[in-house]
Protein backbone atom coordinates (compact mmCIF):
# COMPACT_ATOMS: atom_id res chain seq x y z
CA UNK A 1 0.00 0.00 0.00
CA UNK A 2 1.22 3.23 -0.97
CA UNK A 3 2.51 5.52 2.13
CA UNK A 4 0.39 8.94 2.62
CA UNK A 5 2.18 11.96 2.51
CA UNK A 6 0.76 15.01 3.82
CA UNK A 7 0.95 18.12 1.66
CA UNK A 8 1.31 21.35 3.47
CA UNK A 9 1.28 24.62 1.97
CA UNK A 10 3.26 27.70 3.13
CA UNK A 11 4.14 31.20 2.16
CA UNK A 12 6.56 30.91 -1.27
CA UNK A 13 8.20 34.28 -0.46
CA UNK A 14 7.27 37.17 2.67
CA UNK A 15 7.32 37.57 6.27
CA UNK A 16 5.93 34.27 6.89
CA UNK A 17 8.18 32.04 5.13
CA UNK A 18 11.31 31.92 6.82
CA UNK A 19 9.36 31.12 10.21
CA UNK A 20 7.28 28.63 8.89
CA UNK A 21 10.60 27.02 7.98
CA UNK A 22 12.24 27.84 10.69
CA UNK A 23 9.07 25.79 12.70
CA UNK A 24 9.49 22.89 10.40
CA UNK A 25 13.24 22.30 11.29
CA UNK A 26 12.31 22.69 15.15
CA UNK A 27 10.13 20.13 14.34
CA UNK A 28 12.63 18.17 13.26
CA UNK A 29 11.47 18.02 9.72
CA UNK A 30 14.15 18.28 7.06
CA UNK A 31 13.35 19.56 3.45
CA UNK A 32 14.97 18.94 0.27
CA UNK A 33 15.92 22.36 -1.77
CA UNK A 34 13.12 24.89 -0.32
CA UNK A 35 12.11 27.52 -2.49
CA UNK A 36 11.16 25.38 -5.68
CA UNK A 37 6.81 24.78 -6.22
CA UNK A 38 7.03 21.17 -4.32
CA UNK A 39 9.79 19.81 -2.42
CA UNK A 40 9.98 16.94 0.33
CA UNK A 41 11.13 15.99 3.22
CA UNK A 42 13.72 13.03 4.03
CA UNK A 43 12.53 12.36 7.62
CA UNK A 44 8.83 12.85 7.70
CA UNK A 45 5.85 11.87 5.53
CA UNK A 46 5.58 15.86 4.22
CA UNK A 47 5.38 17.47 1.47
CA UNK A 48 5.94 21.34 0.92
CA UNK A 49 4.07 23.19 -1.21
CA UNK A 50 5.07 27.07 -1.78
CA UNK A 51 2.23 29.37 -2.53
CA UNK A 52 1.06 33.41 -2.14
CA UNK A 53 -0.43 33.37 1.59
CA UNK A 54 -3.63 34.49 -0.07
CA UNK A 55 -4.39 31.64 -2.20
CA UNK A 56 -3.20 28.99 1.13
CA UNK A 57 -7.13 28.74 2.14
CA UNK A 58 -8.73 27.68 -1.30
CA UNK A 59 -5.62 25.13 -2.03
CA UNK A 60 -6.51 23.73 1.66
CA UNK A 61 -10.38 23.75 1.38
CA UNK A 62 -10.15 22.19 -2.24
CA UNK A 63 -7.40 19.21 -1.31
CA UNK A 64 -4.97 20.21 -3.53
CA UNK A 65 -3.32 20.55 -0.08
CA UNK A 66 -3.80 19.18 3.22
CA UNK A 67 -2.73 21.64 5.56
CA UNK A 68 -1.60 25.28 5.67
CA UNK A 69 0.12 28.27 7.66
CA UNK A 70 -0.75 31.39 7.45
CA UNK A 71 -2.01 34.27 9.05
CA UNK A 72 -5.34 34.39 10.53
CA UNK A 73 -5.93 37.53 9.03
CA UNK A 74 -5.82 36.08 5.47
CA UNK A 75 -8.04 32.62 6.60
CA UNK A 76 -10.81 35.20 8.04
CA UNK A 77 -10.87 37.23 5.21
CA UNK A 78 -11.20 34.33 2.97
CA UNK A 79 -13.94 32.53 4.70
CA UNK A 80 -13.08 29.06 2.93
CA UNK A 81 -14.15 26.14 4.46
CA UNK A 82 -10.75 25.33 6.68
CA UNK A 83 -10.48 24.74 10.16
CA UNK A 84 -7.91 26.09 12.48
CA UNK A 85 -6.03 23.44 14.03
CA UNK A 86 -2.97 25.39 16.13
CA UNK A 87 -2.08 28.91 16.62
CA UNK A 88 1.21 29.18 16.30
CA UNK A 89 2.85 32.09 18.15
CA UNK A 90 4.54 34.14 15.47
CA UNK A 91 3.61 36.89 13.06
CA UNK A 92 1.76 38.83 16.11
CA UNK A 93 -0.40 41.72 14.73
CA UNK A 94 -3.59 43.24 14.61
CA UNK A 95 -6.20 44.88 12.23
CA UNK A 96 -7.08 48.13 13.26
CA UNK A 97 -8.97 51.16 12.32
CA UNK A 98 -6.80 53.92 11.60
CA UNK A 99 -7.47 57.81 10.64
CA UNK A 100 -5.48 61.14 9.77
CA UNK A 101 -3.68 62.54 13.08
CA UNK A 102 -5.29 65.51 13.59
CA UNK A 103 -8.78 64.39 13.50
CA UNK A 104 -11.30 64.87 16.21
CA UNK A 105 -12.00 60.83 16.81
CA UNK A 106 -14.40 60.14 19.65
CA UNK A 107 -15.62 56.57 18.96
CA UNK A 108 -16.79 54.16 16.14
CA UNK A 109 -19.34 56.46 14.96
CA UNK A 110 -16.83 59.13 13.65
CA UNK A 111 -17.00 56.66 10.73
CA UNK A 112 -20.54 56.73 9.93
CA UNK A 113 -21.05 58.00 6.38
CA UNK A 114 -17.14 57.86 5.58
CA UNK A 115 -15.11 55.86 3.52
CA UNK A 116 -12.62 53.41 4.60
CA UNK A 117 -9.46 51.63 2.52
CA UNK A 118 -8.66 48.44 3.26
CA UNK A 119 -7.14 45.10 1.37
CA UNK A 120 -9.18 43.46 4.22
CA UNK A 121 -12.99 44.35 2.94
CA UNK A 122 -14.82 40.87 4.06
CA UNK A 123 -13.48 41.61 8.00
CA UNK A 124 -14.05 45.12 7.56
CA UNK A 125 -18.05 45.28 6.61
CA UNK A 126 -18.33 41.97 9.03
CA UNK A 127 -17.18 44.46 12.04
CA UNK A 128 -19.23 47.33 10.26
CA UNK A 129 -22.35 45.58 10.32
CA UNK A 130 -22.00 44.30 13.68
CA UNK A 131 -21.25 47.79 15.01
CA UNK A 132 -24.29 48.99 13.00
CA UNK A 133 -21.94 51.29 11.52
CA UNK A 134 -23.19 52.67 7.78
CA UNK A 135 -19.50 53.45 6.13
CA UNK A 136 -18.19 52.93 2.57
CA UNK A 137 -15.46 50.43 2.10
CA UNK A 138 -13.07 50.68 -0.69
CA UNK A 139 -11.17 47.62 -1.55
CA UNK A 140 -7.16 48.20 -2.61
CA UNK A 141 -4.63 46.03 -3.18
CA UNK A 142 -2.04 47.28 -1.29
CA UNK A 143 -0.68 50.91 0.34
CA UNK A 144 -3.24 51.25 1.82
CA UNK A 145 -1.77 53.47 4.59
CA UNK A 146 -1.22 56.40 1.56
CA UNK A 147 -4.95 56.22 1.19
CA UNK A 148 -6.24 59.22 3.21
CA UNK A 149 -3.18 61.30 2.29
CA UNK A 150 -4.09 61.12 -1.47
CA UNK A 151 -7.59 61.84 -1.17
CA UNK A 152 -9.25 58.18 -1.76
CA UNK A 153 -10.07 57.53 1.64
CA UNK A 154 -10.68 59.13 4.95
CA UNK A 155 -9.62 55.94 7.18
CA UNK A 156 -7.81 52.71 6.20
CA UNK A 157 -8.17 49.73 8.20
CA UNK A 158 -4.89 47.50 7.97
CA UNK A 159 -2.14 45.26 9.40
CA UNK A 160 -0.44 47.26 12.16
CA UNK A 161 2.09 45.84 13.71
CA UNK A 162 4.68 48.33 15.82
CA UNK A 163 2.77 51.20 14.67
CA UNK A 164 5.26 53.06 12.85
CA UNK A 165 4.07 53.02 9.25
CA UNK A 166 0.95 54.72 10.41
CA UNK A 167 2.93 57.03 12.15
CA UNK A 168 4.99 57.97 8.68
CA UNK A 169 2.11 58.61 6.96
CA UNK A 170 0.03 60.90 9.05
CA UNK A 171 -2.55 58.60 10.63
CA UNK A 172 -3.12 57.35 14.17
CA UNK A 173 -4.60 54.07 15.28
CA UNK A 174 -8.35 54.55 16.87
CA UNK A 175 -9.52 51.08 16.99
CA UNK A 176 -8.19 47.48 17.28
CA UNK A 177 -10.36 45.12 15.50
CA UNK A 178 -8.45 41.93 15.30
CA UNK A 179 -5.47 40.24 16.71
CA UNK A 180 -3.81 38.20 14.55
CA UNK A 181 -1.39 35.73 14.50
CA UNK A 182 0.32 32.56 11.98
CA UNK A 183 -2.47 29.36 12.35
CA UNK A 184 -2.05 25.98 11.21
CA UNK A 185 -4.96 25.43 9.34
CA UNK A 186 -6.46 21.93 7.77
CA UNK A 187 -9.00 20.40 5.18
CA UNK A 188 -12.25 19.13 6.95
CA UNK A 189 -12.52 15.90 5.70
CA UNK A 190 -8.71 14.92 6.10
CA UNK A 191 -8.77 10.77 5.91
CA UNK A 192 -7.96 9.04 9.25
CA UNK A 193 -4.15 8.38 8.07
CA UNK A 194 -3.43 11.87 7.14
CA UNK A 195 -5.33 12.95 10.70
CA UNK A 196 -2.41 10.74 12.49
CA UNK A 197 0.36 12.58 10.91
CA UNK A 198 -1.10 16.09 11.61
CA UNK A 199 -1.32 14.97 15.11
CA UNK A 200 1.93 13.62 15.25
CA UNK A 201 3.13 17.07 13.27
CA UNK A 202 1.28 18.74 15.92
CA UNK A 203 2.86 17.08 18.81
CA UNK A 204 6.33 18.24 17.97
CA UNK A 205 4.90 22.12 17.14
CA UNK A 206 3.54 21.94 20.55
CA UNK A 207 6.97 20.90 21.64
CA UNK A 208 9.14 23.57 19.76
CA UNK A 209 6.45 26.06 21.50
CA UNK A 210 6.15 25.19 24.78
CA UNK A 211 10.51 25.17 25.05
CA UNK A 212 10.39 28.58 23.26
CA UNK A 213 8.09 29.95 25.98
CA UNK A 214 10.09 28.39 28.76
CA UNK A 215 13.49 28.85 30.27
CA UNK A 216 15.75 26.34 32.08
CA UNK A 217 17.07 27.57 35.36
CA UNK A 218 19.71 26.58 37.64
CA UNK A 219 20.43 28.09 41.02
CA UNK A 220 22.37 27.46 44.21
CA UNK A 221 20.67 28.10 47.28
CA UNK A 222 21.21 28.22 51.15
CA UNK A 223 19.04 25.21 52.52
CA UNK A 224 17.18 27.35 54.88
CA UNK A 225 15.29 29.02 52.30
CA UNK A 226 14.60 26.14 49.61
CA UNK A 227 11.22 25.95 50.86
CA UNK A 228 10.25 29.50 50.09
CA UNK A 229 12.37 29.28 46.60
CA UNK A 230 10.70 25.72 45.29
CA UNK A 231 7.24 28.21 46.12
CA UNK A 232 8.77 30.55 43.11
CA UNK A 233 9.59 27.90 40.92
CA UNK A 234 7.52 25.15 40.41
CA UNK A 235 9.06 23.64 37.77
CA UNK A 236 6.98 20.73 35.43
CA UNK A 237 6.10 18.54 38.59
CA UNK A 238 8.76 20.06 41.36
CA UNK A 239 12.31 21.37 41.17
CA UNK A 240 15.20 19.20 41.18
CA UNK A 241 17.12 19.23 44.55
CA UNK A 242 20.93 18.55 44.75
CA UNK A 243 23.75 19.15 47.76
CA UNK A 244 26.25 20.97 46.43
CA UNK A 245 29.33 19.70 48.10
CA UNK A 246 29.38 22.51 50.71
CA UNK A 247 27.76 21.87 53.42
CA UNK A 248 24.21 23.64 53.93
CA UNK A 249 23.97 24.59 50.52
CA UNK A 250 21.96 22.74 47.06
CA UNK A 251 21.64 23.31 43.81
CA UNK A 252 18.05 23.75 42.10
CA UNK A 253 17.04 23.00 38.89
CA UNK A 254 13.70 23.88 37.11
CA UNK A 255 11.43 25.49 34.49
CA UNK A 256 10.43 29.02 33.97
CA UNK A 257 8.28 30.84 31.68
CA UNK A 258 10.23 33.31 30.31
CA UNK A 259 7.73 36.15 31.23
CA UNK A 260 7.51 34.62 34.53
CA UNK A 261 11.37 35.02 34.58
CA UNK A 262 12.24 38.86 35.46
CA UNK A 263 9.05 38.76 38.00
CA UNK A 264 11.11 36.28 40.57
CA UNK A 265 14.34 37.07 40.01
CA UNK A 266 14.74 39.61 42.62
CA UNK A 267 12.71 37.72 45.19
CA UNK A 268 14.97 34.76 44.05
CA UNK A 269 17.76 36.94 45.07
CA UNK A 270 16.22 38.06 48.27
CA UNK A 271 16.04 34.37 49.04
CA UNK A 272 19.53 33.98 49.23
CA UNK A 273 20.02 32.57 45.97
CA UNK A 274 23.20 32.73 44.20
CA UNK A 275 24.74 31.52 40.54
CA UNK A 276 21.47 31.55 38.68
CA UNK A 277 22.04 30.31 35.18
CA UNK A 278 19.21 30.56 32.88
CA UNK A 279 19.47 28.35 29.68
CA UNK A 280 17.35 27.94 26.55
CA UNK A 281 15.23 24.74 26.20
CA UNK A 282 15.42 22.83 22.73
CA UNK A 283 12.21 20.59 22.98
CA UNK A 284 9.65 20.17 25.74
CA UNK A 285 6.92 17.50 26.60
CA UNK A 286 4.64 18.14 29.21
O1 LIG B 1 3.10 37.53 -1.52
P1 LIG B 1 2.10 37.12 -0.51
O2 LIG B 1 0.67 37.39 -0.90
O3 LIG B 1 2.33 35.70 -0.08
O4 LIG B 1 2.43 37.99 0.81
P2 LIG B 1 1.72 39.30 1.36
O5 LIG B 1 2.39 40.47 0.79
O6 LIG B 1 0.24 39.20 1.25
O7 LIG B 1 1.98 39.15 2.92
P3 LIG B 1 3.21 39.57 3.85
O8 LIG B 1 4.36 38.66 3.62
O9 LIG B 1 3.44 41.03 3.82
O10 LIG B 1 2.52 39.25 5.28
C1 LIG B 1 2.08 37.97 5.55
C2 LIG B 1 1.36 37.96 6.90
O11 LIG B 1 2.25 38.44 7.93
C3 LIG B 1 0.15 38.86 7.04
O12 LIG B 1 -1.00 38.31 6.46
C4 LIG B 1 0.04 38.99 8.56
O13 LIG B 1 -0.66 37.87 9.08
C5 LIG B 1 1.49 38.91 9.03
N1 LIG B 1 2.05 40.21 9.46
C6 LIG B 1 2.62 40.43 10.67
C7 LIG B 1 2.12 41.36 8.76
C8 LIG B 1 2.74 42.32 9.58
N2 LIG B 1 3.04 41.71 10.75
C9 LIG B 1 2.94 43.66 9.08
N3 LIG B 1 3.47 44.49 9.81
N4 LIG B 1 1.72 41.69 7.51
C10 LIG B 1 1.92 42.95 7.04
N5 LIG B 1 2.49 43.94 7.77
C11 LIG B 1 2.59 45.29 7.08
C12 LIG B 1 1.27 46.05 7.10
O14 LIG B 1 0.54 45.76 5.94
C13 LIG B 1 1.69 47.50 7.13
O15 LIG B 1 1.99 47.99 5.84
O16 LIG B 1 3.51 46.11 7.75
C14 LIG B 1 2.99 47.43 7.88
C15 LIG B 1 2.70 47.73 9.33
O17 LIG B 1 3.79 47.42 10.13
P4 LIG B 1 4.25 48.42 11.29
O18 LIG B 1 5.29 47.64 12.05
O19 LIG B 1 4.81 49.64 10.63
O20 LIG B 1 3.03 48.72 12.14
ZN1 LIG C 1 -0.82 37.92 0.37
Known sequence: MKKEV?????QKSGRLNEKSLELLKECGISINNGGKLISSSTNFPLEVFYLRDDDIPQYVAEGVADIGMLGENEVLEKDQKVEVIAKLDFSKC???????????YTDLSWFRGKKIATSYPLILKKFLREE???????????????APGIGLSDGIFDIVSTGSTLLANGLKEVEVVLQSQAVLIGNPNLLSEKRSIVEKLLFRIQAAKSAKRNKYILLNAPNKNLDAIINLLPGMRSPTVMPLAEEGWSSLHSVIGE????EVIDQLKDRGAEGILVCPIEKMIV
Open 132 to 146: AIDAEVETIGGSVEI
Open 6 to 10: LKIAI
Open 259 to 262: DDFW
Open 94 to 104: RLSLAVRREEN
